[in-house]
């Protein structure tokens, strides 16, 4: 026990567990870093630097490929040669769906900060209050208030690229300069003021467009835009770039990959929890690690698998489940939606490099004096852009006639996609099944959730908004969509273990402890108490550098 002891444990090393790990190690915490998933360091992406003919079968995905990575292949991700490693094997580790649930996974040291959107937004103080204002599941147990200054935290290290413009449902932040739209984003923007009073900005994104002095290893967007495959500059946030670097400059950190977390060790005489039970992925070997505080940061369902996966007598219904809401609540972003549309004209303009990043339109409906027949509302991410020579895959032009048309751009077009809100229903679940088994012998989990009749109304406004939109723009040709998505799609995945004021209808307290067992705190998306329609991981990174600051001054206070 000696041997295998710390201060604190950190599971999981996506872009919460890297937060929980640079802050309890940057306040002195000896931090053991578990994460199921093989080791990557920053600088160690295999195809981020080659070019589309250094890849096997021109980049496309084998038959084996497709099937191996099945649920990110039917969901619209990119299965390629150059990011098919990072992706989850669906055959190694299935999941039963009660009805379709798309779980985009990647299990490896930084998860999917590598693989993320970046898109980095600030919940506003009408989302913190919604439940209680809408009479929907349970309050929120903190405001925006309690978390503004760990934004200002976490943005100031991260990075965040962005304009601000002065918004209540959408709060600025400190940003780096943003980066710059295009002539016809510009001219649909101010179309958008003219048309409809709404506001419209460059996205807000975790990428460096200036030098950060308290990271020098990183170095600025080069606007690539191949950022999937993870960034050798290390220009975009991720945790194998920036925070799993500061923790291991303190000297406090022990990272341990291949460590698959799947119990807690709970010790009912002292009523708290000891340490972690670990299986090598590698030698298949058991071993047991304990600390004086546990961070679970595995993202929303690999946390909630670990609670629900350790039975006790105090607690048979999985892990600070008194109030059987563990499990329960799954949200996530409804998308799949909106419109694109050409537009003519601007032939002789055109943009440099290829930016990582779009436009996006803040929440108007359900704002101010705007009332719709449903609750909460949506946002839009897209952009203008022109073709390029992969339109001319199929054209029977050769030679000098085919790379002359080949370097000429396409013609302008704009998209539009909505980011929906779902609300937390409690008969949106997970459970384990433990009669079906993956690569490791671990029971699988089960997912039973849908959209409901409060999500399906605010699509028809997603869908036809966007087309409004466009064509009050003057574009042409518009087409609208509304594609077949399942829950999980969005990447968002939250509530799970949500907060809530009360342990009679919650798993978390006001600082994200587990309200039975307060030396284990859970930070990462599983903690959500509502969804909004905003991007979330900047809240998460906000949420565990707060409860890190809270463990490490009870521990001074000898508490937990």
Not at 78 to 100: G, S
Not at 111 to 136: C, H, L, T, V
Not at 497 to 526: F, I, P
Request: overall charge neutral; hydrophobic content about 35%; aromatic content about 10%.
């Amino acid at each position: 026990m000696n041997e295998n002891s710390y201060d604190a444990i950190v599971v999981g090393t996506g872009i919460s567990g890297g937060w929980a790990a640079k802050e309890l190690t940057e306040k002195g915490l000896k931090t053991l870093v578990l994460d199921r998933g093989r080791m990557v360091k920053h600088g160690e992406y295999p195809t981020a630097t080659k070019a589309p003919w250094e890849l096997p079968y021109a980049g496309r995905a084998t038959a084996e490929d497709l099937q191996r990575h099945e649920v990110a292949a039917r969901s619209g991700y990119a299965i390629t040669q150059a990011t098919k490693h990072w992706f989850v094997d669906d055959t190694e580790f299935p999941y039963n769906e009660q009805k379709r649930f798309d779980w985009i996974r990647g299990y490896h040291v930084g998860g999917r900060s590598i693989m993320w959107g970046r898109q980095s937004y600030r919940w506003s103080p009408m989302d913190f209050e919604a439940n209680a204002k809408d009479g929907i599941a349970v309050d929120w147990p903190i405001r925006y208030d309690d978390l503004a200054p760990w934004y200002d935290h976490v943005e100031h290290f991260i990075g965040v690229s962005g304009q601000s413009e002065g918004l209540v449902q959408l709060p600025d932040g400190k940003f780096l300069p943003p980066m710059e739209m295009n002539c016809v984003e510009k001219q649909f923007k101010q179309a958008m003021l003219d048309k409809f009073g709404r506001p419209l900005t460059i996205g807000r994104v975790a990428h460096l467009t200036a030098k950060l002095d308290h990271s020098p290893q990183r170095g600025t967007c080069q606007y690539r835009n191949m950022c999937i495959r993870g960034c050798p500059y290390g220009a975009y946030f991720s945790s194998n770039s920036s925070t799993l670097p500061a923790a291991e400059k303190t000297g406090n950190m022990t990272l341990r990959p291949n460590s698959i977390v799947y119990e807690l060790i709970y010790d009912e005489k002292q009523e708290r929890a000891t340490g972690v039970r670990v299986l090598d992925a590698e030698t298949r070997q058991t071993t047991d690690y304990f600390a004086k505080v546990i961070f679970l940061c595995a993202s929303t369902f690999g946390s909630a698998f670990i609670m629900m996966n350790s039975i006790s007598s105090r607690f048979p219904n999985g892990f600070g489940n008194d109030s059987g809401e563990l499990g329960c609540n799954i949200m996530d972003h409804q998308l799949e939606i909106g419109a694109r549309a050409d537009v003519d004209g601007y032939d002789d303009m055109y943009y440099t490099g290829r930016r990582p990043n779009g436009i996006y339109i803040p929440r108007y409906r359900n704002v101010g004096k705007d009332k719709r027949n449903y609750l909460r509302g949506f946002g839009y991410q897209g952009g203008a852009g022109r073709g390029g020579w992969t339109n001319l895959m199929l054209d029977t032009k050769l030679g000098k006639d085919l790379k002359e048309q080949a370097a000429e751009p396409g013609p302008w077009s704009f998209g539009l996609g909505g980011f929906g809100e779902i609300l937390p229903y409690h008969d949106n679940r997970v459970t384990i099944d433990k009669t079906r088994k993956d690569k490791f012998d671990m029971p699988v989990l089960s997912f039973d959730a849908t959209l409901r009749e409060n999500e399906l109304a605010m699509r028809k406004d997603m869908r036809n908004d966007a087309a409004e939109m466009l064509e009050a723009a003057g574009y042409r040709n518009v087409r609208s969509h509304d594609k077949e998505m399942g829950i999980g799609l969005g990447i968002h995945e939250m509530g799970t273990a949500r907060m809530g004021r009360e342990a009679k209808t919650s798993v978390l307290n006001k600082w994200n402890q587990v309200h039975a067992c307060k030396n284990v705190y859970v930070t990462d998306g599983s903690c959500m108490t509502s969804a909004a329609c905003q991007n979330p991981s900047l809240t998460y990174m906000a949420l565990t550098a707060r409860a890190a600051n809270h463990a490490v001054e009870e521990l001074k206070r000898m508490n937990i």
